[in-house]
């Protein structure tokens, strides 16, 4: 069965420090990960996925097959980085599997 | 485009009582889905649709129907409502061709 583990329910970092949010996964086929967020008062909405190799305000993230992680990574947080991350696995069809989140904040 | 759109908002129910929650989209996507968020479990499927005339259950469907006779529309039926199914209900889309889920606003139901 899959699994994605997001060992961090709450993430505290002042502004200009960088910031990693940590994702495991577990899944017998081959994986394809995402990174989706949800700031205050918006909707969830995709910020990464690890096919597209982008950086996206900042973020990056790396599929690593060895360690089955996907860690999402920023060298300076921002004050507007806060909010909920989710890690996410595309499984059958278009579902996805997504881990408990990460609630991240950056203090001024 | 309005994207994905849920109503109501929010809703209380009665255990006991029935309810449909709307789901609806205008971007002509194939796949559709929903999930509930619930304190320290994240988002989990509840059933999903990848065409009209559709369904298939996901990861916690027990209590909840759904059908899909249009494409633009994905509305969840609670049958029967316990105080279990108190949670925020997010339906999603997304088209063939695509790798991004696009997400409605939710809708937070209270079961009491």
């Known amino acids: 069965a899959q699994r994605v583990t997001q060992p961090e329910k709450l993430l505290s970092v002042f502004k200009g420090a960088p910031v990693e949010l940590k994702c495991n996964y577990s899944?017998?086929?081959?994986?394809?990960l995402f990174w989706y967020v949800q700031y205050s008062r918006q909707r969830l909405q995709l910020l990464l996925r690890?096919?597209s190799r982008e950086s996206i305000k900042g973020f990056t993230a790396d599929l690593n097959k060895g360690e089955t992680s996907f860690h999402l990574k920023k060298p300076f947080a921002q004050e507007e980085d806060s909010a909920m991350y989710y890690c996410?696995?595309?499984?059958?069809?278009?579902?996805?599997?997504f881990g408990t989140g990460t609630r991240l904040t950056v203090i001024p | 485009n309005a994207g994905v759109t849920q109503t109501p908002k929010f809703q209380v129910l009665k255990t006991g009582q029935s309810m449909t929650l709307q789901c609806a989209q205008d971007?002509?996507?194939?796949?559709m889905s929903w999930y509930r968020q619930d304190p320290g479990m994240g988002l989990r499927l509840i059933h999903y649709?990848?065409?009209?005339?559709?369904?298939d259950q996901g990861e916690v469907p027990n209590g909840y129907n759904v059908s899909r006779s249009t494409t633009e529309d994905f509305p969840l039926r609670l049958l029967s409502a316990a105080p279990s199914q108190t949670s925020v209900y997010f339906c999603?889309?997304?088209?063939?061709?695509?790798?991004?889920?696009?997400f409605g606003p939710g809708t937070r139901l209270l079961v009491l």
């Open positions: 971007m002509n996507h194939e796949y």
């Open positions: 690890h096919i």
């Open positions: 996410a696995l595309k499984t059958g069809a278009n579902n996805l599997f």
């Open positions: 999603a889309s997304q088209d063939a061709g695509e790798e991004t889920q696009y």
């Open positions: 899944y017998s086929g081959s994986p394809e």
């Open positions: 649709s990848v065409g009209a005339g559709i369904t």
